[in-house]
Structure formats: C-alpha cells, structure tokens
C-alpha cells in the first residue's frame, strides 16, 4: 500500500529500547496517517523534513499488546519516495 502527503511532524521514540521515527503524513486536509520508521528505514528519513511532499510504501502491522490486551494496527514504511 502507498500514501502520499506532506510531512507535518516527526517525532523520535524509544520505548523499552526499540527506537523508531513516527512521521505524522497528511495526504489531504481532512486526515492524518502515523508512519513508523524503524531500524535502518530511520536513515531514510534524513533528508526530509517538516512540509517535504513524501511517498511511503507501507506494510499493516496488526498487534494484540500482550499487557492490556489493547489492539493496534501500526503502518511500518518499507520504501520512502520524494514528490
């Protein structure tokens, strides 16, 4: 699956040592997508920035968290393009 949109935020987190970028992805003025960078894709990221036109190839990674029992549905990029 692929979005396009502008960067609105990108943001870096570390939770319990897994370190990941989420980029806050607006392919229109209604929504919002949150996208994961992870591991090496972090890198790919480095020439972007706020209000850069982007496309990402996602995959839809499903989890069921084993504490909570809450489920989430996270959009993991596999490929990022410049518009």
């Known amino acids: 699956m692929?979005?396009?949109g502008t960067i609105e935020n990108i943001e870096y987190r570390n939770t319990a040592g897994h370190e990941k970028k989420v980029v806050t992805l607006?392919?229109?003025?209604?929504?919002?997508?949150f996208v994961e960078f992870r591991g090496r894709r972090m890198e790919d990221l480095a020439p972007y920035k706020e209000n850069d036109?982007?496309?990402?190839?996602?995959?839809?990674?499903?989890?069921?968290?084993?504490?909570?029992g809450i489920?989430?549905?996270?959009?993991?990029v596999?490929?990022?393009v410049s518009m």
């Open 2 to 4: 692929t979005i396009k």
């Open 26 to 33: 607006v392919p229109d003025h209604r929504q919002k997508a």
């Open 53 to 68: 036109e982007i496309q990402v190839a996602v995959t839809l990674e499903g989890k069921i968290s084993k504490n909570s």
């Open 71 to 76: 489920q989430y549905n996270n959009l993991v």
């Open 78 to 80: 596999q490929e990022v």
